[in-house]
């Protein structure tokens, strides 16, 4: 009766451990921290609305200070969180998507952040590694679309 009683406890108590532990593990922590001096390096922009895969490249010295303070203003509200499965190693090139990779330096390191009108390819990796599930992927991705559209309209780029 006794021994049974103390495996209920030690169960119980493994179980409250694990709780705890995952909640540690998954809180939502900021994407930036200004402390860190972010700065965008360049954007990725892969799409398709034609029938075929297009890509091109913004480097930081073709977009405006206000171009990427927007961007980085809308990031550093952004969330995530630790993830057990790994991301996605590609993502498919169908009719009518948008995908945005963009890249940002720090004071230590490199931050990727992986955007898609299909929110199951949003991802974040800090230095190649380390992938992170991005909160509210789908709000980040609309509030960044229509900065980058912008600028790609005003070079005659069209993703829609």
């Known amino acids: ?20 532990s995952s909640f540690v593990y998954f809180k939502a922590q900021p994407l930036l921290d200004i402390k860190d001096e972010p700065e965008i390096r360049f954007i990725n922009v892969d799409y398709n609305t034609t029938g075929k895969s297009q890509d091109i490249t913004i480097h930081r010295e073709d977009m405006t200070d206000e171009m990427n303070e927007d961007i980085l203003s809308v990031l550093y509200n952004a969330k995530i969180r630790n993830k057990i499965l790994p991301s996605f190693n590609s993502y498919p090139h169908y009719e009518g998507y948008v995908y945005f990779t963009i890249v940002i330096e720090k004071k230590v390191g490199t931050t990727f952040v992986q955007l898609c009108n299909d929110t199951q390819y949003a991802t974040v990796y800090f230095n190649g590694k380390d992938h992170h599930h991005l909160d509210d992927a789908k709000g980040v991705y609309e509030a960044i679309y229509p900065i980058i559209y912008d600028y790609l309209s005003s070079k005659d780029i069209q993703l829609k």
């Open 1 to 20: 009766m006794k021994i049974k009683l103390t495996k209920k406890r030690i169960c119980l108590f493994v179980i409250i451990v694990l709780v705890i």
